[in-house]
C-alpha cells in the first residue's frame, strides 16, 4: 500500500496550493481519506476528512472556509484545496486511509510520508 502526497511547497501569505494525494495497493473507493499536518514541534493534527463516495466531509475548525478536500475514485486520488494560506498552515502535510470517517480520524490504517507546506509572511 502507497499513499504518495505532493502539491507543496512554498506561498505567500494570502496564497492558494492544492495538496494531491495517490493510493496505490488499495481499493481506493472502500476508505474514507483524511488530511492531516504536523506543524514544527507541535503533534500531528487533523485537518479535514472525506466520505469514501465524496458525499460527506468534516473540516477542522482552523480551516473552514479555506480548504477544501476532495477526491475523485476513477483517479484513486484525494486532494486538498488550500486558499487564503496563513504562516500557521505550515506544517508537513500527511494524507491518511480508515475503512471509515470515524477509522482515518482515529486510528487510520495507512499513512503517506508527508509533504511539506511553507507559508511566509
Known amino acids: 500500500v502507497q499513499l504518495v502526497e505532493s502539491g507543496g511547497g512554498l506561498v505567500q501569505a494570502g496564497g492558494s496550493l492544492r495538496l494531491s494525494c495517490a493510493a496505490s495497493?488499495?481499493?481506493?473507493?472502500?476508505?474514507?481519506m483524511a488530511w492531516f499536518r504536523q506543524p514544527p514541534g507541535k503533534a500531528r493534527v487533523f485537518v479535514a476528512d472525506?466520505?469514501?463516495?465524496?458525499?460527506?466531509?468534516e473540516y477542522a475548525d482552523s480551516v473552514k472556509g479555506r480548504f477544501t478536500i476532495s477526491r475523485d475514485n476513477a483517479k484513486n486520488t484525494v486532494y486538498l484545496q488550500m486558499n487564503s494560506l496563513k504562516p500557521e498552515d505550515t506544517a508537513v502535510y500527511y494524507c491518511?486511509?480508515?475503512?471509515?470517517?470515524?477509522?482515518?480520524?482515529?486510528?487510520?490504517?495507512?499513512w503517506g510520508q508527508g509533504t511539506q507546506v511553507t507559508v511566509s509572511s
Open positions: 491518511a486511509a480508515g475503512t471509515t470517517m470515524l477509522a482515518v480520524t482515529t486510528n487510520p490504517a495507512y
Open positions: 495497493g488499495i481499493r481506493f473507493n472502500s476508505y474514507a
Open positions: 472525506i466520505s469514501r463516495n465524496g458525499d460527506s466531509t
